[in-house]
T-cell receptor
């Protein structure tokens, strides 16, 4: 079945820095890739998504890049703030499936 | 907008006990999910339901039962709690296979 690998597992940066979170998947039938953020003590929050017919999507300081050939995604966060500190999860779902497969998460810490 | 609520927020059980977790959503979504989140791992799907009275097993269904009595609610039962088990159980809902919205979680500790 589908496997999703996410790297790095943790990142510590200074406020204002940019970060890159990478995600790779194995199932070429995967068509939809939502990303979630989980702040301490809070519920998972949807932040951005991309479909397999797109290469790039931007939402304010978030940019999501998708490479179908290499089965790779990367989430770029610019001008980080302490409020961005959270665990970030990538996920993938295949066409016709309801099962979302998650990566193991990236713990981002932004130091003021 | 809608919301997903989960009860209880914290659940402490004894080894071998049957424990039930509940989830309610008012998004009017057809599909609901139960995930388990362990520290250092991603979310793993236990059960999902694409409509009322439907049940589908996820990768982690062994040791669990689920019940979807009505569209807005989805229950999960730990059939026999394992000693020292500690995890967070997350409920989610969506329209078919689209973006999933999550509840706040139930934290389980088995003594």
């Amino acid at each position: 079945g589908e496997q999703v690998e996410q790297l790095p597992s943790s990142l510590i940066v200074q406020e204002g820095a940019s970060v890159l979170i990478n995600c790779s998947y194995t199932d070429s039938a995967s068509v939809y890739f939502p990303w979630y953020k989980q702040e301490p003590g809070k519920r998972l929050q949807f932040i951005i998504d991309i479909r397999s017919n797109m290469e790039r999507k931007q939402n304010q300081r978030l940019t999501l890049l998708f490479d179908k050939k290499t089965k790779h995604l990367s989430l770029h966060i610019t001008a980080t703030q302490p409020g961005d500190s959270a665990i970030y999860f990538c996920s993938a779902i295949s066409s016709g499936s309801w099962q979302l497969i998650f990566g193991s998460g990236t713990q981002l810490t932004v130091m003021p | 907008g809608g919301i997903i609520t989960q009860t209880p927020k914290f659940l402490i059980g004894q080894e071998g006990q049957k424990l039930t977790l509940k989830c309610q959503q008012n998004f009017n979504h057809d599909t609901m999910y139960w995930y388990r989140q362990d520290s250092g791992k991603g979310l793993r799907l236990i059960y999902y339901s694409i409509t009322e009275n439907d049940l589908q097993k996820g990768d982690l269904s062994e040791g669990y039962d689920a019940s979807r009595e009505k569209k807005s609610s989805f229950s999960l039962t730990v059939t026999s709690a394992q000693k020292n088990e500690m995890a967070v159980f997350l409920c989610a809902s969506s329209i078919e296979g689209d973006t999933q919205y999550f509840g706040p979680g139930t934290r389980l500790l088995v003594l």
